[in-house]
């Protein structure tokens, strides 16, 4: 009967205990709750209607605070960040969250150009070291109409030309990898890790080491540009592409070379 007794004392004294714990968590979690929903951050909200395709202004945002517990990592928290040649890609109302997913800069493009691709493989990419942010001159090897190989010719087509992004296609996997992460403009909202310099791989590997075979090197050109770099592509007989220095800003003439160059 005793040991009843203590087994029963035992018992409650337990359940005391529990329920004291967990008293403590729920009052723990709300009290958590309570800061949360007092503790608030600004956030970056549309103040003027802004139809789609519109360069953000900073006459048309505003900062408005928000409980913390329903920041995104999406939303915005500096209007400065998305005052650099940013556009919506939709329609923005008085009152939206400004999102990153609501906005583009302009394909990392300057305004007048066009971003146009051109697949290379390793010999006419330079060895698949090109990357996003280098600046290329563009060689172009075509036949004039007639016969012969006086009618050859390879020329610089363009000069300093910015390259915008570089798609690399592993042989093994047959799958594409973007190496645009180190672009210094910036091509989408979505925010891309940047590393230092040193760290960065060659644009020649995958991320598993594969070596690539051929890439789509997406460059910054004018639409009359544009136009020409693509009938080379589809009427010519070679499209390479040179690395500059960043610092080489000089376009120097060059004279077309043909058979008659070498003698």
């Known amino acids: 009967m005793e040991t ?3 087994r029963g004392i035992s018992f409650l004294v337990i359940a005391g205990v529990l329920a004291l714990l967990t008293g403590l968590i729920v009052v723990a979690y709300l009290n958590d709750i309570e800061k949360q929903v007092k503790e608030r951050v600004n956030v970056v909200v549309v103040k003027r209607a802004i139809p789609a395709r519109t360069l953000l202004r900073a006459d048309l945002l505003e900062l ?18 998305v005052l650099r040649d940013t556009v919506a890609l939709v329609d923005l109302q008085p009152g939206d969250i400004l999102q990153r997913s609501f906005l583009d800069r302009n394909a990392g493009l300057k305004p007048g150009m066009r971003a146009v691709s051109v697949g290379v493989n390793r010999i006419s990419g330079v060895g698949g070291t ?28 363009f000069q300093d030309v910015e ?12 799958q594409s990898s973007s190496t645009t992460a180190v672009a210094p403009t910036g091509s989408s909202s979505t925010a ?37 770099l693509t009938w080379m592509g589809n009427f010519g007989k070679e499209i390479r592409l040179m690395i500059r220095r960043l610092d080489e800003k000089e376009v120097p003439p060059s004279a077309p070379v043909t058979i008659g160059s070498f003698q």
């Not at 390259?163 to 093994?172: A, F, I, N, R, T």
């Not at 040193?198 to 050109?221: C, H, K, Q, Y």
């Open 163 to 174: 390259v915008l992004g570089v798609s690399v296609l592993s042989p093994k996997s047959s």
């Open 64 to 81: 408005k605070p928000i409980p913390k517990s329903l920041l995104s990592s999406n939303y915005i928290l500096d209007p400065a960040d």
């Open 4 to 6: 009843s007794r203590r």
């Open 192 to 228: 891309q890790q940047q590393l230092p310099v040193e760290d960065i791989p060659p644009a020649r590997f995958s991320a598993t080491g594969d070596l690539m075979s051929d890439s789509t090197v997406t460059l910054a050109l004018t639409a009359d540009q544009a136009l020409k």
């Open 130 to 157: 090109v990357r996003a942010g280098n600046r290329v001159d563009v060689i172009v090897s075509y036949q004039e109409a007639g016969f012969g190989t006086q009618a050859q010719k390879t020329e610089l087509l």
